[in-house]
């Protein structure tokens, strides 16, 4: 089985991109319209080609906004595609690595989020990643839910990199700052996940390894103080930095209604597989370098 690879879903997207960067496994990354959850005879002929050890589920609906006006297409890509992948999974009998989202919690809490705390998404996105959570781990005994927050990497549509962006135009900046999160770099989330199936590979298949993880950076701040950094970070390279103004997230209404506070507690990660992310700002440092060098 080690001689198979890993097959990632999700295409051009942060975190796949991160996995094939890693280059420490065998991997087959693939996206649309090669693999496309709204065509699911796609994804059996993808299985069929590639004979995967195990699969990586990186492909979802990711517009939060959009979600709330396009809901058929958030839940054929975030509950329906990942149900009929884990049912192919299961017949192969292979482990399958689902990404979901802190956005399945209500943000009530006033405290990070434990796997067992009550789920209650406040949108459509999050209620559509809740649905295919529950449809992996339904459809698959060897299914591995990791939720994960705020992510970002130096390619791709994320908050730091938009911040940064506009930061070259504007000397003035708005930013929400009463929503607490965990921000994730694509590479630390794909190193979390390599170490997870390096794990799988030297024990073999664990009935605790199924089952729902956190997985985030360490540490948490808000999305004003996300941007703060990242002009920090950025500022060594001569970035202009932008007056980051603090705004309540009533000032900046959204159709989406996000939680206050999403922050994840990862403890049960480390606690079977060994796993712990870095934390936040350190990471935040290396990947503005490699946004800035790339332009």
């Given at each position: 089985m080690?001689d198979q690879?890993i097959?990632v879903?999700?295409?051009?997207?942060?975190l796949a991109?991160?996995l094939?960067a890693?280059?420490?496994?065998?991997?087959?990354r693939?996206?649309?319209p090669e693999f496309?959850?709204?065509?699911p005879d796609s994804l059996?002929a993808?299985?069929?080609?590639?004979?995967?050890?195990?699969?990586v589920n990186?492909a979802a609906?990711?517009a939060?906004?959009?979600a709330?006006?396009d809901?058929?297409?958030?839940?054929r890509?975030?509950?329906?595609?990942?149900?009929?992948l884990?049912?192919?999974?299961?017949q192969a009998?292979?482990?399958l690595?689902?990404?979901s989202?802190?956005?399945?919690?209500?943000?009530?809490?006033g405290?990070?989020y434990?796997?067992?705390?009550?789920v209650?998404?406040?949108?459509?996105?999050?209620a559509s990643k809740l649905?295919g959570e529950?449809?992996?781990l339904a459809?698959c005994p060897?299914?591995?839910?990791l939720?994960?927050?705020?992510?970002?990497?130096?390619?791709?549509?994320?908050?730091?990199r938009?911040?940064l962006t506009?930061?070259?135009t504007?000397?003035?900046?708005?930013v929400v700052a009463?929503q607490k999160?965990?921000?994730?770099?694509?590479a630390?989330l794909?190193?979390?996940?390599?170490?997870?199936?390096a794990?799988?590979?030297?024990?073999?298949?664990q009935?605790?390894?199924?089952?729902?993880?956190h997985?985030a950076?360490?540490?948490?701040?808000?999305?004003?103080?996300?941007?703060?950094?990242?002009?920090?970070e950025?500022v060594r390279?001569?970035?202009?930095?932008?007056?980051?103004?603090?705004?309540a997230?009533?000032d900046?209404?959204?159709?989406?209604r996000?939680?206050?506070?999403?922050?994840l507690d990862c403890?049960?990660l480390?606690?079977a597989?060994g796993?712990?992310?870095?934390?936040w700002?350190?990471?935040?440092?290396?990947?503005?370098d490699?946004m800035?060098?790339a332009?």
């Amino acid at each position: 089985m080690a001689d198979q690879p890993i097959l990632v879903t999700g295409g051009a997207g942060q975190l796949a991109t991160a996995l094939e960067a890693a280059e420490t496994m065998k991997l087959r990354r693939v996206g649309r319209p090669e693999f496309d959850f709204d065509r699911p005879d796609s994804l059996a002929a993808v299985m069929a080609a590639v004979q995967p050890r195990l699969v990586v589920n990186a492909a979802a609906y990711t517009a939060v906004d959009a979600a709330e006006t396009d809901q058929d297409a958030a839940y054929r890509a975030n509950r329906d595609g990942p149900a009929e992948l884990a049912r192919l999974c299961a017949q192969a009998g292979i482990p399958l690595i689902h990404i979901s989202t802190d956005y399945v919690f209500d943000g009530e809490k006033g405290a990070p989020y434990l796997e067992t705390d009550p789920v209650s998404p406040q949108c459509v996105y999050g209620a559509s990643k809740l649905a295919g959570e529950q449809a992996v781990l339904a459809g698959c005994p060897r299914a591995i839910v990791l939720r994960t927050s705020w992510v970002y990497s130096p390619t791709g549509k994320n908050f730091v990199r938009t911040m940064l962006t506009l930061g070259r135009t504007r000397d003035r900046l708005t930013v929400v700052a009463d929503q607490k999160g965990c921000p994730t770099t694509a590479a630390d989330l794909a190193g979390a996940i390599l170490a997870i199936v390096a794990r799988i590979d030297a024990t073999g298949w664990q009935p605790d390894y199924a089952g729902v993880f956190h997985a985030a950076g360490s540490g948490w701040t808000t999305w004003h103080g996300l941007a703060s950094a990242a002009f920090a970070e950025a500022v060594r390279h001569g970035f202009p930095v932008p007056e980051v103004v603090p705004i309540a997230a009533a000032d900046w209404p959204t159709p989406a209604r996000r939680p206050a506070d999403s922050r994840l507690d990862c403890g049960k990660l480390a606690a079977a597989f060994g796993v712990r992310l870095p934390e936040w700002r350190a990471s935040l440092g290396r990947t503005v370098d490699a946004m800035l060098a790339a332009g």
